[in-house]
């Protein structure tokens, strides 16, 4: 057995955030995700999963099933409960979906099935990730939010929830995601981690800013890559693409810019259009499901390589995704950072 035990992983999608907290001694031993290649990008590099990733709706899938799954009894509780479940009406770029802003997205009863673990399952400790805009005080927002702090006190836990932003903690990514760790109310609880790395994000300065944000160029620094089919930005707005300065976007063409033959209104488009990634910057938030024009694009003017995206997240570069490309790019965009979980999971190991 591992040193801290035995960890079951909720939407475990490719397993970044079990790669983190194996890295501070946890061993999953059960996992349930429903996308078929992220299941086996899982059992790929988990071969020491006792059972097969559980292919199932979790809101079909009793606890017990789970718990089986991982070797437990009746009677044993799992060491770490993890899981990051979708929840897709409070993500930011979901706003502009009026059902999504409503809260009607039936993705949202996924909180409700971790919840409903964490109850059945009893673990001893437990890790909750999210996207930020969950904590957003509006109307579809805080209900959620409230509703999932009520319900982890009622399972028996307390917890400390903060947003957390990966280039804080030496991801060469600016990602920040609500984190939500817990342990039973009769025992003390540790904090989430101070940051490790500062620098500039957003018109602000976030972090230590002793030890400065790793950068994308740090990131990719000796990483040989071959080309990849349709790497190649073509369309409409492709050719706009290489006289865009590196961190710069679609504002390069605009007249407040001073461009002289202007494109595009100032603010005319999500900030992610035509985003080029800045070699001396962490790469800005990388999206599961990117349009056709929507970055960021490697600084020499082509979609980013499976390689890439994996040293961009901390992946291992022995780590396999299976699937096709477009599949992979949404089970890395999807993920949580392996260094970022095992930031957070540290700070419950230290406290056993």
């Known amino acids: 057995m591992s040193t801290h035990g035995?960890?079951?992983?909720?939407?475990?999608?490719?397993?970044?955030?079990?790669?983190?907290?194996?890295?501070?001694?946890?061993?999953?031993r059960a996992a349930v995700e429903w996308d078929a290649d992220a299941a086996t990008t899982m059992e790929k590099n988990f071969d020491h999963l006792r059972s097969p990733v559980i292919q199932k709706d979790i809101l079909q899938t009793p606890t017990a099933e789970i718990t089986r799954a991982a070797g437990l009894s009746a009677s044993e509780r799992p060491d770490l409960l993890v899981g990051g479940p979708p929840c897709?009406?409070?993500?930011?770029?979901?706003?502009?979906?009026?059902?999504?802003?409503?809260?009607?997205?039936?993705?949202?009863?996924?909180?409700?099935?971790?919840?409903?673990?964490?109850?059945?399952?009893?673990?001893?400790?437990?890790?909750?990730?999210?996207?930020?805009?969950?904590?957003?005080?509006?109307?579809?927002?805080?209900?959620?939010?409230?509703?999932?702090?009520?319900?982890?006190?009622?399972?028996?836990?307390?917890?400390d929830a903060r947003v957390l932003n990966a280039a804080d903690y030496g991801v060469p990514q600016a990602r920040p995601r609500l984190f939500v760790i817990g342990g039973p109310k009769d025992e003390p609880l540790p904090e989430l981690p101070r940051p490790t790395n500062g620098g500039h994000w957003e018109r602000r300065v976030t972090g230590d800013s002793e030890t400065p944000h790793v950068t994308?160029?740090?990131?990719?620094?000796?990483?040989?890559?071959?080309?990849?089919?349709?790497?190649?930005?073509?369309?409409?707005?492709?050719h706009l693409l290489p006289d865009i300065p590196p961190g710069d976007n679609y504002l390069f063409y605009t007249d407040r810019r001073g461009h002289p033959d202007p494109l595009f209104r100032w603010r005319s488009k999500y900030w992610s259009f035509l985003l080029k990634?800045?070699?001396?910057?962490?790469?800005?938030?990388?999206?599961?499901?990117?349009?056709?024009?929507?970055?960021?694009?490697?600084?020499?003017?082509?979609?980013?390589?499976?390689?890439?995206?994996?040293?961009?997240?901390?992946?291992?570069?022995?780590?396999?995704?299976?699937?096709?490309?477009?599949?992979?790019?949404?089970?890395?965009?999807?993920?949580?950072?392996?260094?970022?979980?095992?930031?957070?999971?540290?700070?419950?190991?230290?406290a056993c």
Not at 310 to 323: A, C, I, M, N, W
């Open 216 to 238: 994308a160029g740090e990131a990719l620094a000796g990483l040989v890559t071959e080309p990849e089919p349709g790497e190649t930005v073509n369309g409409k707005y492709g």
């Open 277 to 350: 990634l800045s070699p001396d910057k962490p790469a800005p938030t990388i999206q599961a499901q990117p349009g056709p024009y929507v970055g960021p694009f490697h600084w020499e003017n082509r979609r980013l390589r499976v390689g890439e995206l994996k040293r961009l997240f901390t992946y291992p570069d022995s780590f396999e995704f299976v699937g096709s490309r477009s599949s992979i790019q949404a089970q890395v965009g999807n993920s949580v950072p392996p260094l970022l979980a095992e930031r957070v999971a540290a700070v419950l190991t230290d």
């Open 6 to 28: 035995v960890a079951i992983s909720l939407f475990a999608g490719a397993g970044g955030l079990d790669l983190g907290v194996e890295r501070v001694g946890y061993e999953v």
């Open 88 to 159: 897709t009406p409070f993500s930011k770029s979901g706003f502009w979906l009026e059902w999504k802003r409503e809260g009607l997205d039936p993705d949202a009863s996924l909180l409700q099935a971790y919840t409903r673990v964490l109850t059945e399952a009893r673990p001893r400790r437990f890790i909750l990730e999210n996207v930020y805009a969950l904590t957003y005080s509006n109307k579809a927002s805080k209900p959620a939010y409230d509703r999932l702090m009520r319900e982890i006190h009622s399972a028996g836990y307390h917890c």
